[in-house]
Structure formats: C-alpha cells, structure tokens
C-alpha cells in the first residue's frame, strides 16, 4: 500500500505537540532568535522554550501567538491554521479519563503509542500488552490475586483493553512483537487463563498488522538484557522512540546512537526467534500441551 492509499489517520494530541514544537524551533532559528530571547518575549525563560520545542509541555495559545509574531509569521490564514494546531494539541485524548491511575511518563507512552506507524516490542517476561487478555492483564495489576481487584485494578485493565484498539482502527500501525519462549510457560492467572492467553495470541497473529515471534529457550537472553519498544512515525518531526519501563519510572531514548543500538537488538531478535510460521506453530504445539 502507497502512502498516498493509506488510511488517514488522526496523530492524537501528544505527537501533534511535538510537531509543532519542533516547527516553532525551525521558525526561531530562521530568525536567529535564541531561546533566552524568545523565553523574554512571552514572559518565561530559556528552559521554557526548549520544553515547547520539545513537545515537553502543553502549549498556550497567546504564548504561541506571540512567538509567531516575533519569529515574522504576519499572515493572518498561516497564523490561524497554526493556532488551531495549537489547540487541538491541548484536547484531551480518550485516555484522559485515566489520568488519574497513570504517572506522567506513562501518558507521554500512550499518547505516542496512538500516534506511531510502526510498534516494535520485545517482551522478556510478560505477553506484550497490546496482545493481553483481559483475565491475564486483571492476573498482573492484581499481583496474581483478581479476586481481590479493586475499582482502579479494573480501570487500568480497562485501559489496557482500551489501547488494543489503535490495532483495528483504520490505519493501525504496524505491529511486531518478539517474545521469549518462558512467557507461554509462565502460568499468569492460572492454566486456564494461560489457555485462553495463547489462543488469543493465535487469532492475533491472523491480522495482516502484526507480526508475532518467539525466541526459542536454547537462544534466549543473548540479544537484549530486558524488555523494550521502538515506537516509528510517520510524521518527519517526530524522532523514533525507544521506551524502557520499570517500576517507578521509565526512560525515553531518541538519540542516534541509542536508537542504533536498540534496532540492531531488535534485529538480532528477529533473525534468533523462530519465524512467524514456525512460532505459530510453536504456540499450537504449547496450547495442545496443557
């Protein structure tokens, strides 16, 4: 499929943020403005532009508006269609109402998980969230204990089940997942939630989208030393994005070296697992298993 045939799709708030910081610093620089400058103009600092031009916070639309004045920008349709950007950035994305059980870093996730064209994960321990059953996702917010799962367990697995549905939304990003063979043996949830876990994985794999591999035990833990996203959009001014998570936090890496190292693991991964065909097959042998 051509770019052009593609189905449109709709970048959400977070990467359009990051679109127009990014084209805020082009219009600076071709003034020869420096951030200190333009941080004065709009009654801030330095470090406040270079969080606009890095998508790091929301942006205001009389700061915007001042900004485009200083940079030069007079014509009054550019200067509209640009502030309208502006505020569709700040409209809440259909996660907002989750705000609340979500630390600020895992927003930023979610946010550019809906807008990326392309999802490469490699999961060490768990089956990716994107291919989670609800019982098994209820398995790992409970602490193995749903029974005993409260309102906010059962609104972050709600909103695990909501982020699964970027992968049948016309234009879904493409999806490849490679995992290690210990995540079909690991009994999350019980024997029957591991069943019904890997018969979902197989009707996932029928999806033209997404592509599913396993790495055999014998070359397991060779290649990456844990769990990672690449993230890859379309949009020119969005940087491809390696996400780490761990318990309390998690890391963002966009620089050149970092994301070299990352795509070459994830190569790596690819060529040690088995193919797409041969972990179907894997996947059936293990579920007629148990």
Do not use: C
Not at 227 to 244: G, Q
Not at 248 to 277: H, I, S
Request: proline share 4%; hydrophobic share 40%.
């Amino acid at each position: 499929m051509s770019d052009a045939d593609a189905p449109e799709r709709d970048s959400g708030p977070t990467a359009l943020r990051i679109v127009l910081g990014a084209q805020l610093r082009r219009l600076r620089e071709l003034v020869e403005i420096t951030r200190a400058d333009a941080g004065y103009s709009i009654r801030g600092s330095e470090s406040k532009i270079s969080r606009m031009e890095l998508g790091r916070v929301g942006l205001k639309e009389r700061d915007v508006a001042d900004l485009l004045t200083l940079y030069g920008m007079t014509d009054a349709d550019a200067r509209d269609k640009f502030l309208a950007m502006v505020r569709r950035s700040n409209e809440p994305g259909w996660w907002n109402r989750f705000t609340d059980l979500m630390p600020d870093w895992f927003q930023d996730f979610v946010g550019l998980e809906e807008a990326a064209m392309r999802i490469l994960t490699y999961e060490a321990q768990f089956v990716p969230g994107l291919f989670q059953t609800e019982a098994y996702a209820l398995a790992i917010a409970s602490h193995g204990r749903p029974e005993l799962a409260g309102p906010d367990v059962r609104r972050r697995v709600k909103l695990r089940m909501q982020r699964q549905k970027i992968m049948f939304r016309p234009g879904a990003p493409q999806l490849w997942a490679v995992i290690d063979e210990s995540v079909l043996h690991r009994p999350i949830g019980g024997r029957q939630v591991l069943i019904d876990q890997i018969d979902h994985l197989l009707a996932m794999t029928k999806e033209r989208t997404i592509t599913l591999q396993v790495v055999p035990y014998h070359l397991s833990g060779y290649q990456a030393e844990g769990s990672f996203t690449m993230l890859r959009f379309a949009e020119s001014d969005l940087p491809d994005v390696v996400y780490l998570e761990h318990l309390t936090n998690a890391l963002y890496l966009d620089k050149q070296e970092e994301l070299e190292t990352y795509g070459r693991a994830f190569d790596r991964l690819t060529v040690d697992a088995e193919t797409p065909d041969r972990s179907r097959q894997m996947l059936a042998k293990i579920r007629a298993a148990l």
